[in-house]
Structure formats: structure tokens, C-alpha cells
């Protein structure tokens, strides 16, 4: 069964440290998304990749980076992590080369930064 | 730009009520919309897929309607159990680029009442 695993599922930051959420897939999926979920804006595009290597950015990227060392890892890292970025953070998969429409989730990192 | 409206914050029914949630989409082109549902603790799963106008899609007792007219999607089911309790999620699929985004609504937590 297709399977998408974040680590770790929560975390406590400080202001100013550095985070680094991991994302890995089993699906053979080309395309991997980091999403984040704020209750009143539900789920919004932080950035995603459609290659290893190569990532790009979505919606809200600014404060965030992302790397994509292989098809299966897909990381996500705030170098300065702010107050404003407490949040759950959704990874995802897809596989749009057959024409999938589908987002695979896995279950969330709950971050606080304090 | 392209966006989702999903105004029902919280709804909260007794088991055996029939459940309505409404989105609308505003896009230049000919989207894909979905359905996603998140149960507490998890992350989001494809519910239904709706890819015709004036089509219905179905699955575990839900159904979706999809009026191109209003430009507005549906989720009904015509009676809710306390099982359903969870995040729906609305969302558009729309070519950005050479990237089919997905774009959320903000979600509408049911919570069913025994």
C-alpha cells in the first residue's frame, strides 16, 4: 500500500533555531508537496518537487526551504524558524506522469515554535 | 487568480441528519475538483472526485454535484454517523504553468452527535 511517512510528528522549536521536517515515500511518485494547515486557510502550497534535485516553490514559500535529495526523501527546512510558522505540516505525494490525480498524505508534523 | 470559497467553518449534525457543504471556485479555465476528508489525526485522503458538470461522483454514502453554471460544487450524504466526524476539504485541480496545482478551500470540521 502506497505510504507517505513524516518525521518527526510533533516538534518544539525556539525562535531563531533551525527545523528541519523529513518526508519519505514508497509510492514511486515523481511529484512531492509540502503543504501546511492553519485552521481558517486550510491546506496551503509551501513548495514541491517533480524531480529529484529540483524543487520549486508554491504558494507560501518565503521562510521556507526545501530539498529533494532522492525520488523518496523530500525535506523541508526553516532556517530561522519565527513564531508565525506554528502550523501542522503535510507532506504529500503524487504520481502525475500516469495522469494520477490523487495526493497521498502522510499524517502531519505538528510544529510550535515558542 | 485561481481560488476555492468554503464558508461553513464548523457543522455539527446529529446522526442520521443529512449533511450539505457547499464550495465555490473562481478560475479562467476547466478545472478538476475533489473532495478530501481528514480524520482526527491523520492526514488528508481523497474522498471523491468530480470531473463532469452536472455529474455526480459517489463513494461511502457521499455524493457531489458540480454546477459549472454557478460555478459551485456540492458534498451531501443523506445520513451522517458519528464515524463521519472529520475535515472536509474542497479542491481545485488547475494547470499553473506546467504544474496541476491543487487548491484547497479551508475546510468544514463536521462533528455528529450520537
Known amino acids: 500500500e502506497a505510504a507517505v511517512t513524516q518525521s518527526p510528528r510533533s516538534k518544539v522549536a525556539v525562535t531563531g533555531g533551525k527545523v528541519t521536517l523529513s518526508c519519505h515515500q514508497t509510492?514511486?511518485?515523481?511529484?512531492m508537496y509540502w503543504y501546511r494547515q492553519d485552521t481558517g486557510h486550510g491546506l496551503r502550497l509551501i513548495h514541491y518537487?517533480?524531480?529529484?534535485?529540483?524543487?520549486e516553490k508554491g504558494d507560501i514559500p518565503d521562510g521556507y526551504k526545501a530539498s529533494r535529495p532522492s525520488q523518496e526523501n523530500f525535506s523541508l527546512i526553516l532556517e530561522l524558524a519565527s513564531l508565525s510558522q506554528t502550523a501542522v505540516y503535510f507532506c504529500a505525494s503524487s504520481d502525475e506522469d500516469r495522469g494520477q490525480n490523487t495526493l497521498y498524505f502522510g499524517a502531519g508534523t505538528r510544529l510550535s515554535v515558542l | 487568480g485561481d481560488s476555492v470559497i468554503q464558508m461553513q467553518g464548523q457543522v455539527t449534525l446529529s446522526e442520521n441528519d443529512f449533511l450539505f457543504i457547499n464550495c465555490t471556485y473562481s478560475t479562467t479555465g476547466y478545472p478538476t475538483l475533489f473532495w478530501y476528508v481528514q480524520y482526527s489525526g491523520e492526514g488528508p485522503q481523497l474522498l471523491l472526485q468530480?470531473?463532469?458538470?452536472?455529474n455526480k461522483g459517489s463513494s461511502r454514502g457521499f455524493e457531489a454535484t458540480y454546477d459549472k453554471g454557478t460555478t459551485s460544487f456540492h458534498l451531501q450524504k443523506t445520513s451522517v454517523q458519528e464515524i463521519d466526524s472529520a475535515v472536509y476539504y474542497c479542491a481545485m485541480r488547475m494547470l499553473s504553468g506546467s504544474f496541476n496545482k491543487l487548491t484547497f478551500g479551508a475546510g468544514t470540521r463536521l462533528a455528529v452527535c450520537p
Open positions: 468530480v470531473t463532469t458538470a452536472n
Open positions: 518537487s517533480y524531480v529529484a534535485d529540483s524543487t
Open positions: 509510492n514511486n511518485h515523481d511529484y
